[in-house]
């Protein structure tokens, strides 16, 4: 699986790369054909203080999934989609079960 992570308005730092990759890493274990996952992390010019959004897209064999978060931190939002992401791959395979 390839994760790309793609920072805008912001350099990102090596600890939340590994954070996000280890993360990613996880999510194999729901769906084991994720071909690719695309990771953008973004910084809102606002004042309210949750203005760091993770926005996850993954490529699954006849399917993209978008999830889109907005937290405190990028850790959390990162979570969070991840989490969300979890059960739109357990869908995902429970689906393709029973058509088979």
Same mark, same amino acid.
Request: aromatic fraction near 8%; charged fraction near 40%.
């Given at each position: 699986?390839?994760?790309?992570?793609?920072?805008?308005?912001? &350099?990102?730092?090596? $600890? !939340?790369? #590994?954070?996000?990759?280890?993360?990613?890493?996880?999510?194999?274990?729901?769906?084991?054909?994720?071909?690719?996952?695309?990771?953008?992390? $973004?910084?809102?010019? +606002?004042? #309210? /203080? @949750?203005? $760091?959004?993770?926005?996850?897209? *993954?490529? %699954?064999?006849?399917?993209?999934? !978008? %999830? /889109? /978060?907005?937290?405190? +931190?990028? @850790? @959390? &939002?990162?979570?969070?989609?991840?989490?969300?992401?979890?059960? !739109? !791959?357990?869908?995902? $395979?429970?689906? *393709?079960? +029973?058509? *088979?």
């Amino acid at each position: 699986m390839k994760v790309s992570i793609n920072a805008v308005n912001f &350099a990102v730092d090596r $600890k !939340l790369v #590994d954070f996000v990759q280890e993360r990613m890493d996880k999510l194999e274990k729901y769906y084991d054909r994720v071909v690719s996952v695309d990771v953008f992390l $973004k910084v809102e010019k +606002t004042s #309210d /203080k @949750e203005n $760091k959004i993770a926005e996850i897209k *993954i490529n %699954v064999p006849g399917d993209d999934f !978008l %999830v /889109k /978060k907005q937290c405190k +931190t990028f @850790e @959390e &939002a990162v979570e969070l989609s991840a989490e969300s992401i979890e059960r !739109l !791959l357990v869908k995902r $395979k429970e689906k *393709i079960r +029973t058509h *088979i």
